[in-house]
């Protein structure tokens, strides 16, 4: 069974940056697309951002300018660059991969952004 392991995540001040990471415990075929999402206490999850084999990105309105996607192909990796992070940024991040089959979802990593 293949896994999404995530790494990256922690405590931050107001203003400050993290990158979280993502990456498969084994191969994933046919991948359409991979992302980020979100669910901070008392909340829905929500979209981050998400990234097509096609190249199109997407991204949460609230994350615009501050957030950025990427992702390294060969490795099957996704990354979330988050600069200028907020307190309302403060959640468990999850990452998505997505492949004709079926949705593959990692354990989550807590960012908090605090003073």
């Known amino acids: 069974q293949v896994q999404l392991v995530e790494s990256g995540g922690g405590l931050v001040q107001p203003g400050g940056s993290l990158r979280l990471s993502c990456v498969p415990s084994g191969s994933i075929f046919s991948i359409r697309a991979m992302g980020w999402f979100r669910r901070a206490p008392g909340k829905e999850r929500e979209l981050v951002a998400t990234?097509?084999?096609?190249?199109?990105?997407i991204y949460a309105d609230s994350v615009k300018g501050r957030f950025t996607i990427s992702r390294d192909n060969a490795k099957n990796t996704v990354y979330l660059h988050m600069n200028s992070l907020k307190p309302e940024d403060t959640a468990v991040y999850y990452c998505?991969?997505?492949?004709?089959?079926?949705?593959?979802w990692g354990q989550g990593t807590q960012v908090t952004v605090s003073s």
């Open positions: 990234s097509s084999s096609g190249g199109s990105t």
């Open positions: 998505n991969v997505k492949n004709p089959y079926r949705d593959y």
